[in-house]
Each structure stands twice: as structure tokens, then as C-alpha cells.
């Protein structure tokens, strides 16, 4: 029987700016996580993650991570993406600030 | 403090333009990653958890108002207003955007600065002792030794690919306050027998396999430092492993093949070394010598200070804490933390910066320190002087030098891609609770210190109190040691057992302290000597025969 696959998605880190970064269903780097393209197929994961680490002009450190879906859309599972995805927890600095500021 | 002379200028302007086409080419897709990757960790610029970071170089810890300025307008212009001091002395901005980078190493340049080998695997930033040249018990300002070596190993050739990074520290007292026995080479300046040279250990270091340096030449004579550190860098770089990062440091190195078997080594390169050396060298410390006259510091009546602290308490607590002696009796030593309640530990806003610059300015010599324990110094205020520097430090003027509450932090999970768990909040939740006791003056001294990884830059193996943030299971766990040692005596901390979940770190470290005062033989009994005499058993109880133990997992 083949082995549960975690649901998935691709983040890196935005090459000008550094902030974290989701790939979107449609090809866009998304600073929210809420935008990023759910993998559930090990195969599609894959070819997904090799597509985006060939976009090396606008990212950086292309990975896959572990997440869970909800109804408000993919969650971390570890929370070191949990820091990444909101920023420091010692500082308002980060995406929490940036999404107040888009807000 | 030391000038840049043409050379150095043109060789800072040339690496800066250099960076800015390297930039450019990343930027255009000419340079990939991987290649781009090296150019800037050799410029100082990592890639972090949320952002770049830019680590800026302060040899050994050195700053006048002028840099310190320069600093606060990088923090304003390009990052998010403030900078953060680390245990290796240098400054990081935490929020630079790749583009800026080049501005930002321009805007260095003009203050004599960069970010050369704060990266990679060369000779990292020569850091000292940050009371060099007021200290009352220095043989010497040790200061121009970390000069001379800062100039001999900045792209030195043969050294800029060793087997792992390498960090040197000098000190010239008994007192060791750079923590120099956790350095691949730690210098000590010494005197035998009406000659000056230095005493040389090495292999000590922290992170995953911590050790004390070793003494692998009692005296070295003035004269002979450099090609004695070539011989030992040249057969690190030999010799030291390159099949496994986590061996690969100069201490496993010496552990491996035995301190006799590298002393032999390194003292069989060693006349090979010498003789390349015509001198050059010497005459160059002359003329650093020179630049790093101590101030000539006027005769000034002290009676204000005394008064001051007669008068005013909340003066005299700050005074007992931070002001340390000066080698002239009219002068203090000023330390002013960066360890406010609930801050972020070496963390200083751009606004704080200019305010420690005008201080030094008008009251210091023009003098200011970076130390290891991630506050500023400084170093030659007149004792007169002290009440005005209080009163303007206002809410910066925590009295908490050497107190639980001035704890070392490194970044931990809030920012580094290589942490494994945070360390920042750790720090605040300890200092604000201690805060909130109001017993930390009573505690008197101790250290504590926190790593948010194992490769320690929170130097927690030596602290008093040292607590080590972990991934256990995708939990952060928090494993403690007690009796790690960071002076002259240096010893690596022993760990109590299983570690401590988040929210419950905090109380357990309370719960050391309160042993701590219940069981010490009078306030004379630090901390550090209490656990030395009593030893891990009541503390151990302490920690783990507690109704919530349930909470600890290994």
C-alpha cells in the first residue's frame, strides 16, 4: 500500500526582498500562505518543486513543507514555518506588520 | 583607535565595488544561486528566516560616536531602526533588501567599516577584552595585538578556505572577560622573566562538542606572533577534517591527533614560517601602537559621584552594577545594558545608538565598546561625569550588569534559519519575571545564557544558568546546564537531564534561583560557588521533584 502523503506546499524566500514566499495554483509567489497551491499527489509535488527552483531569478532556497488544510486554507505544521509565515515573535516586524499594513 | 591609510581604503572601495557588480549580476540572472551564494557570505550577507542579514565587523568590539552613528542611520535608512550587537561583538541588521546591500557597505566604507570575513570559513572578526585600556589589572591595551592580526588576516590567501571558520581573541589580565578559552586560538599577553609575549592557547570553542582551549605554548615572544599563528593556522589547514562539518573546527582537530601532536607540528612549520617574517610586521605594530594611545585623562575631583550616590539610591544601584574601576582612580568604566526589562537582548534602537554616541562624545573619550555579553560600553568616564551620564540614559540605564537579567540571547528561532528553537523569548519571560520578584539584586551575580541551537552562539556551555532551546519533535524544548564557567576558570556546564517544555522554562529557572537563595551560605555566595560547593543534587530536585514535572520530556 503506498504511503500517506502529507499535504504540501512550496515556499522559498523572495531573491530582492527575502520575505517568505508561497507558490500560487497559478504560478505567482504569494506572501500569504492562505494563497499557496495545496500538493497532495507525491508525483505533482515534485514536478511542482522542480519548476520552482528553475525560477531562480525571483527566489531563493525553494523547499517543500509539511502543512494541514483547514477551512481558512493551509496551516503549518512545524513551527519554525509557523515563525516564517507570521515573523518574530519579539518584534511586530514581518508579515504581521505587512499584512496590517495592507489591511 | 586605528586609521585606515590608503590601502585599506582603496582595498575596502575596490571589494565594495566589486560586491555591488556581483549583486547586479545575481540580480539579472548572470550569477545563480550557488554561485552567488559565497561572493556575498563573504560580505557579511545571510540569508535568514525572514529576511537578509547583514553582519557588520567591530574589530574587538572597538566603536567611536562616529561609526556608532553611522550604524544608527544604517538601522534608520535601510532596516527597521534598530541593529542587534552579538556575542561575537559585531552588529547585525536583520531586515536589509538585497538591492540596498552595496549602499549599505558604501555607507561603512565612510566610517572605516565593513562586512569582509564576517562569513565563511576564514579568520572571523578578532574580538578582546572590552575594558582594553582602562582595565585596572591589563598588562597592556590588548587592542592593537587584535589590530595587527585583524590586518594579517584579512584576505590572507592561504586562509580564506581553511577547514571551518576561526576565531581568535587577545587578552592581557589574569581576568578573562572575552571568554578567550573558547576560541580556536586564545592570546593572552603576558610577562616572563622582564620579557612581554603571550601565552597561546588553543582548541577551545562551544557549539556541539564544547571544549576549554589548551595551553600549547606558555610563552611566545613578542616579536614572533605572526608566523607562530601562520605555523598553527597552517597546519589546521592541514590537517583538520574536511569529510564532516561537525569535526571539521580546530578543536577536534587537537582533540583527535593530541595537543603534543600539533604542538610538534606546529612548532616544526614554525621556523619555516619565521623566516619568511623580515619584520615588517613589527613596524607595523609600532604604528599601531601609536594609533591606540590611551587618552590622556586629566586629574578630575570625584566628590560629585560620591555625593551622587550618598544622595540617590536608584544612582547608587545602577553604580554598583555597571560602573566598574578605571586604571586612574578619578575614572569608571561605564556599562549601559542593552538588557531592559522585556527587551530584546543586544538589541539597540538607532535613537539609543546616537544617544551612546553623544555620551561617548561628551563624556568618554570618544571611546565605545561592544561587548561579548551584548551591551556597550564606556570605557573612560571621569566619575564627575557619571550622574550626567545616568541622568541622560534615563530608561536606558537598567541597572543590571553581571545580574540574572543580563542575560546573552542569540536570535534563536525569531530569526535564524539555523536555530532550532527561540531564544529571545526565553530571555524576556526570565528578566521580566525577575523583575516582577524584584530579587535579582539580591541574587547578585549570575549568568545566564541561552543558545536557540547547538551551535551556541548564546554561549550557554559557560554560563552559570545555561539553557539550550531544542526541536523535540517538532516541539521547542529547552535543555538546562548549571555550573558553566566563563572567566579565567573556564568550564563547560553540566546538563541537569530531561529538558523543558516552553512555558516551562521560565518557572524552572525561577525555581533554580530560589534554591539558589535558600541554600547559599550567605550573600557572598554567588550563584556560580553555591552550585560549586553543594553540586547538582539540590538544584536537580529543584528542577524535576516539582508538581509540574510532568511537563519535562527528554
Known sequence: MPRDFNPKVITANALLEGDVVYLTIDDRWSRNLSDAEVLTDEADADLRLLQAQARASEVVGVYLTDVRTTSRGPEPIHFREDFRRRGPSNLFHGKQADTLRRA | MYQYNDFDADFIRERNRQFRAQVERRIDGSLTEDEFRPLRLMNGLYLQLHAYMLRVAIPYGSLDPAKLRQLAYLAERWDKGYGHFTTRTNIQFNWPKLRDVPDMLDALAEVEMHAIQTSGNTIRNVTSDHFAGAAADELEDPRPVAELI????????????????????????????????????????VDREGARGFQVWVGGGMGRTPMVAKLLRDFLPRAELLPYLEAVLATYNLIGRRDNKYKARIKITVHENGLDEIRALVEAEFPRRRAAFAGVDQDWLARINAAFVTPRLAERDASPYYAARRADPVFRA???????????????????????????????????????????ERFGQKDIRVSHAQNLVLPHVALADVPAVHAALREAGTANIGLASDIIACPGMDYCALATARSIPVAQGIALRLEELKIEHEVGHLQIKISGCINACGHHHVGHIGILGLDRA???????????????TTTIGTRTGPGFAYDEIVPAIERLILTYLDLRDGPEETFLEAYNRLGMAPFKSALYEHADRAYAAE
Not at chain 2, 320 to 338: C, E, P, Q, R, W
Not at chain 2, 474 to 479: A, S
Request: without cysteine.
Open chain 2, 150 to 189: 585583524r590586518q594579517w588576516s584579512t584576505d590572507h590567501p592561504e586562509f580564506q578556505f581553511l577547514p571551518r571558520k576561526f576565531k581568535i581573541a587577545v587578552i592581557a589580565s589574569e581576568n578573562d572577560r572575552a571568554v578567550m578559552k573558547s576560541h580556536d586560538i586564545g592570546l593572552r599577553i
Open chain 2, 318 to 360: 545602577w553604580t554598583d552594577t555597571n560602573v566598574t574601576t578605571h586604571k586612574h582612580a578619578d575614572y569608571g568604566i561605564v556599562t549601559i545594558s542593552l538588557k531592559a526589562y522585556g527587551a530584546t537582548p543586544g538589541d539597540a534602537s538607532a535613537s539609543q545608538m546616537r544617544l551612546v554616541a553623544d555620551l561617548a
Open chain 2, 474 to 488: 517538532g516541539v521547542e524544548n529547552y535543555q538546562i546546564t548549571l555550573g558553566g564557567d566563563p572567566s579565567a
